[in-house]
């Protein structure tokens, strides 16, 4: 009986041991977390530039010794991509990395910042726009005036058209129903398409039912995670946009919330996730077309000296246009005029 009393009391000191340390554990867990952040992206979970974000995140709460911990919420959980801007502004989401083409009437600039069709696929060229020529001032200001903080903008390759039918010419444009928010669509509204405005992961289904009969990616990365290839073979050669610059911001908030050293270890791991998206943009953009001309990828004939002006002309009005939108667009664009000068 006296050893049955033991055993048990032994049992219950060990049950209250490992019940102590679990607490003490859940309560240090606590306490080094101390900002919680929900960050959104456009991909979904898988995705090549998924696993960018992911890592962004967790070089964050390693840049701050876990003090900053960052929930990753991809496409299809929560908020929906036309919704980022308004969600992290009003803090239901903390962090985004947004696709500006979507909030187009909310922050005109992005417009701009994201580069307007014809503009430069040039690395070296965009990075001192943004970082030597003022850009980055102005969309300080931008972003700042709608409540959020703009940290390092990142680089990725450029937006090519796929179709459900061959465009042997620039003609073929026409009547098509073509996803291209923002600028890219008031591109092809100029060669007489017509452009529709949808979420990355509602391009595939409109294209195999018909909504629509073509889409932009935001790179050609995008078009083979999406397996667009499978109910669109055909790829224009001629980009709309060299190169995108999309940007990482943060609730104005929650970012003043943070000491120093924990903004400079957000802002660091944001500078990383900058390079890592240049690097593995390209070495990645090289297999998707590979991996989609595999599968069928078709290309249009190369583009006639007519297709070429047609095109060029088709983006020629638009620095006008967007430079009439806010005081900031027209900043931004007033810095590419004295560039081109």
């Known amino acids: 009986m006296l050893k049955l009393f033991s055993s ?172 291209a928010p923002g600028a890219y669509g008031k591109f092809l509204r100029k060669l007489g398409a017509s452009p529709v405005s949808l979420a990355w992961s509602e391009i595939y289904t409109s294209l195999a039912t018909g909504v629509i009969d073509g889409s932009i990616g935001s790179n050609m990365i995008d078009h083979r995670d999406g397996n667009h290839v499978e109910v669109a073979k055909y790829m224009y050669k001629l980009p709309l946009a060299g190169a995108q610059v999309l940007p990482i911001v943060v609730n104005r908030n929650a970012w003043n919330k943070l000491n120093d050293a924990q903004k400079k270890g957000v802002y660091e791991a944001t500078v990383a996730h900058a390079k890592a998206q240049l690097k593995m943009g390209r070495k990645w953009e090289k297999e998707a077309v590979a991996q989609m001309e595999a599968k069928g990828l078709k290309w249009s004939p190369e583009p006639s000296k007519a297709d070429k002006e047609a095109w060029k002309e088709a983006g020629a009005g638009l620095w006008e246009e967007y430079s009439s939108k806010d005081k900031y667009s027209k900043q931004l664009i007033d810095v590419l005029k004295k560039n081109a000068q």
């Open 8 to 179: 048990i009391k032994r049992n219950l000191m060990t049950t209250s041991i490992v019940a102590l340390l679990g607490i003490m554990f859940m309560v240090d867990t606590a306490t080094a977390a101390q900002h919680n952040w929900r960050f959104s992206n456009l991909y979904g979970r898988g995705t090549a530039f998924g696993e960018l974000y992911q890592q962004l995140a967790k070089d964050i709460e390693k840049n701050t010794n876990g003090e900053v911990k960052v929930q990753v919420l991809f496409s299809g959980e929560g908020v929906g991509a036309s919704g980022l801007l308004g969600a992290t502004k009003s803090g239901l989401i903390t962090m985004a990395a947004p696709f500006q083409s979507m909030h187009a009437g909310e922050l005109p600039a992005g417009i701009v910042e994201i580069g307007l069709p014809g503009g430069t696929a040039d690395t070296d060229e965009l990075y001192k726009l943004f970082h030597e020529d003022g850009w980055d001032k102005i969309l300080k200001k931008a972003y700042g005036s709608q409540g959020l903080t703009w940290l390092e903008p990142y680089i990725q390759p450029p937006v090519y058209i796929i179709t459900k039918k061959p465009i042997e010419s620039v003609e073929d444009f026409k009547g098509l129903k073509i996803r």
